[in-house]
C-alpha cells in the first residue's frame, strides 16, 4: 500500500503552520510582553513590600532606641530627684543640730550669766548684811575705811568658796 498523497492534509499542515506563524508574529509577542510585564509588576511589588517591610523595622528599631533612652532618661531624673531630696533631708537635720547646739550654748551662755549676777548680787547682800551685823555685835561706830575693808575680806573668802 503506498502512501496515498491526501491534498486536503497538505492543505491542513500548511494551514497550521501558517497559523503557528500567525500566532508567533501576532499573538505571541504581545502575550509574552504581557507575562514579562506582569512578572516584573509581581517582582517590582515584592520588592516594593521587602522595602517597607525594612523601613517598619527600621522604624520599629529607631522607636524601640528612642523608648530604651527614655527609660534611661526617666531612671537618672529618678535617681537625681532621689538623691535631691536625701541631700535636702542631711541638710535640714544639719541645720537643726547646728540652730539646737546654737540654742543650747546660747541657753548654757544665758545661765552663766544669770549665775554670775546672782553671786555678784549675793555678795552685795551678805557684805552689807555682815557689815550690819559685825556693826551691832562689836557695838561701836565704824569708820568708812574699816567697812571697806571687812568688805573686801568678806568677798574675798565668798570668792574663795566658789
Known amino acids: 500500500m503506498g502512501l496515498e498523497f491526501n491534498a ?3 492543505a491542513q499542515i500548511v494551514d497550521f503552520i501558517i497559523l503557528l506563524i500567525f500566532l508567533r508574529l501576532v499573538v505571541y509577542k504581545p502575550l509574552v510582553r504581557l507575562l514579562e510585564a506582569r512578572s516584573e509588576g509581581v517582582a517590582s511589588n515584592i520588592a516594593a513590600a521587602e522595602q517597607e517591610r ?3 523595622e527600621q522604624l520599629k528599631a529607631g522607636y524601640e ?3 530604651r533612652n527614655a527609660r534611661e ?7 537625681k530627684a532621689t538623691k535631691a531630696g536625701e541631700d ?5 537635720v544639719s541645720n537643726a543640730k547646728n540652730e539646737a547646739e546654737r540654742l543650747k550654748e546660747q ?3 544665758e545661765i552663766e550669766r544669770e549665775k554670775q549676777r546672782a553671786v555678784t548680787e ?3 547682800q551678805v557684805a552689807t548684811l555682815s557689815v550690819l551685823v559685825a556693826g551691832k555685835i562689836i557695838n561701836k561706830s565704824m569708820t568708812e575705811g574699816i567697812q571697806r575693808s ?3 575680806d568678806f568677798i574675798k573668802e565668798a570668792g574663795e568658796l566658789q
Open 8 to 10: 486536503t492534509l497538505l
Open 54 to 56: 525594612q523601613e517598619a
Open 65 to 67: 532606641a528612642e523608648m
Open 73 to 79: 532618661q526617666t531612671q537618672e531624673i529618678i535617681q
Open 88 to 92: 535636702q533631708a542631711a541638710e535640714i
Open 107 to 109: 541657753a548654757l551662755a
Open 122 to 124: 549675793l555678795r552685795e
Open 150 to 152: 571687812m568688805i573686801k
